[in-house]
T-cell receptor, first 114, second 108 residues
Framework: KAGVTQTPRYLIKTRGQQVTLSCSPISGHRSVSWYQQTPGQGLQFLFEYFSETQRNKGNFPGRFSGRQFSNSRSEMNVSTLELGDSALYLC?????????????FGSGTQLSVL | EDQVTQSPEALRLQEGESSSLNCSYTVSGLRGLFWYRQDPGKGPEFLFTLYSAGEEKEKERLKATLTKKESFLHITAPKPEDSATYLCAVQASNDMRFGAGTRLTVKP
C-alpha cells in the first residue's frame, strides 16, 4: 500500500509570492491534516480536512488555507509569503481523523522563503 | 492554555544504556496521548497511543506509560538505530498539540 505522498519535496519562493503544496493520502483515508514544523516552534497543527470539509483549524493567519478534493487529495495554499513561513510542511492521513487513531505522515515539503 | 513539554531536549546514550524520555502536559479533556519517532528528512512515524492513566504499551525496546500529568517513553538497552527525535502529542478538544521533541543519539 502506497504511503502518504507530498509534492514538491523542496520549494524556494520569495516574499510576497504564494505557494501551493499537494498531499495524496493513503488509499481509503478520508482525513488529511497539515502541520508546520520549525526548529523554534516544533510541529504545529494547521488544519484538518475530512471528506472535503474542514473539520478543525489551528491558530494560523488566514494566509494559510487548504482544500480537499473528492478523491481525498488535499492542497495547502499560503499567500503573501513571509520569511517566517520557511518551514517543513507535513501532511498526515488517517481513516477516522486527528486524535482518533494514529496518523500516517508524508516526508514533507521543505519551503524556503527568501 | 494547553501545553506539552518534553525533556530533555537532547539525550546521548551509549549502546545498552537504558533511559527515559519525559512528556508532561496540561490539557483539559485529554482524549489521547501519542508517541512518534522522526528520522532526519522524514515525517513522524507512529509508535504508541495511550488513553488513560495507568496504561502501558510496549514495542521491542520501547515502553510508554501514562499518568494524569505526564508520559514516559522508556528505552531499554538502546541500539544505534534507535537514534531519532521522539515526539509526543496530545489530543485535546479540536487540535493536536505536539511537544518540541527529544533528540536521542545512541553511540555504539
Amino acid at each position: 500500500k502506497a504511503g502518504v505522498t507530498q509534492t514538491p519535496r523542496y520549494l524556494i519562493k520569495t516574499r510576497g509570492q504564494q505557494v501551493t503544496l499537494s498531499c495524496s493520502p493513503i488509499s481509503g483515508h478520508r482525513s488529511v491534516s497539515w502541520y508546520q514544523q520549525t526548529p523554534g516552534q516544533g510541529l504545529q497543527f494547521l488544519f484538518e480536512y475530512f471528506s472535503e470539509t474542514q473539520r478543525n483549524k489551528g491558530n494560523f493567519p488566514g494566509r494559510f488555507s487548504g482544500r480537499q478534493f473528492s478523491n481525498s487529495r488535499s492542497e495547502m495554499n499560503v499567500s503573501t509569503l513571509e520569511l517566517g513561513d520557511s518551514a517543513l510542511y507535513l501532511c498526515a492521513s488517517s481513516s477516522q481523523g486527528v486524535g482518533n487513531e494514529k496518523l500516517f505522515f508524508g516526508s514533507g515539503t521543505q519551503l524556503s522563503v527568501l | 492554555e494547553d501545553q506539552v513539554t518534553q525533556s530533555p531536549e537532547a539525550l546521548r546514550l551509549q549502546e545498552g544504556e537504558s533511559s527515559s524520555l519525559n512528556c508532561s502536559y496540561t490539557v483539559s479533556g485529554l482524549r489521547g496521548l501519542f508517541w512518534y519517532r522522526q528520522d532526519p528528512g522524514k515525517g513522524p512515524e507512529f509508535l504508541f497511543t495511550l488513553y488513560s492513566a495507568g496504561e502501558e504499551k510496549e514495542k521491542e525496546r520501547l515502553k510508554a506509560t501514562l499518568t494524569k500529568k505526564e508520559s514516559f517513553l522508556h528505552i531499554t538497552a538502546p541500539k544505534p538505530e534507535d537514534s531519532a527525535t521522539y515526539l509526543c502529542a496530545v489530543q485535546a478538544s479540536n487540535d493536536m498539540r505536539f511537544g518540541a521533541g527529544t533528540r536521542l543519539t545512541v553511540k555504539p
